[in-house]
Structures are given as C-alpha cells and as structure tokens.
C-alpha cells in the first residue's frame, strides 16, 4: 500500500557528509509520519530519526544529535537525513520507514507500518 524506496548511501570517511532519500509512493505522504532506522552487522535495529506529518516535530537518537538532521518535502513525497561529521560507528544499513500521523504515540518508536529496503553507508577511518 505504500512503497518506500531509499537513496544515498555509499563509503566515506569519517568526518565527510552524505545524505539519504526516501521515497514514497501509494499513498497520501503528508499523512504518514515517517521515521529513518538503521542496523549495524550483529547488532540489532534502532533508531535514528523521525519527523512528523507536518515536518514541525523531530526527535533524534542521542548517538546522531547535532550531526544528524531529518526534513521532508511533501510536494516531492520524499523525505530526507543529512548525515554530517560521519563517525564508523555509523556504518549500517539505513532504513526509512512510514506510519500513519497519530495511530502511535511519540514513545512507540519503533511502531512503523511500512519499510524501506535500506542503503548501506559505510564510513572508514
């Protein structure tokens, strides 16, 4: 029902910049708030970002706070995360994920409908 479809990822180094895309299609996007997830290898899934339906509200992860920054565009039905001043222990394989606005509180941040297929980003020291 809704199609998530990531973007932009790729091998850096540290302390360089990347920026990923998600991009959303079956649905009405500015109905979804919408969420950036990665997973490390042996590690499990956790979180990174989220935004809310109308882009006013975002929350970040401790780990990513200040270098990480999460927008939307809702005419394009994309969302995006710019990822600045890349550390190693950033390397996973980014997801983006979408649920609809107000079906679950802030709290629950890893309640998400739909799921992208992921990127990889891998940064070397």
């Known amino acids: 029902q809704v199609q998530l479809v990531e973007s932009g990822g790729g091998l850096v180094q540290a302390g360089d910049s990347l920026r990923l895309s998600c991009a959303a299609s079956?649905?009405?996007?500015?109905?979804?708030?919408m969420g950036w997830f990665r997973q490390a290898p042996g590690k499990e899934r956790e979180f990174v970002s989220a935004v809310s339906w109308s882009g006013a509200s975002t929350y970040y992860a401790d780990s990513v706070q200040g270098r990480f920054t999460i927008s939307r565009d809702n005419a394009k039905n994309t969302v995006y995360l710019q990822m600045n001043n890349l550390k190693p222990e950033d390397t996973a394989i980014y997801y983006c994920a979408a649920r609809p606005t107000g079906l679950y509180p802030a709290s629950m941040r890893y309640k998400y409908n739909y799921w992208g297929q992921g990127t990889q980003v891998t940064v070397s020291s």
């Open positions: 079956g649905r009405t996007f500015s109905n979804y708030d």
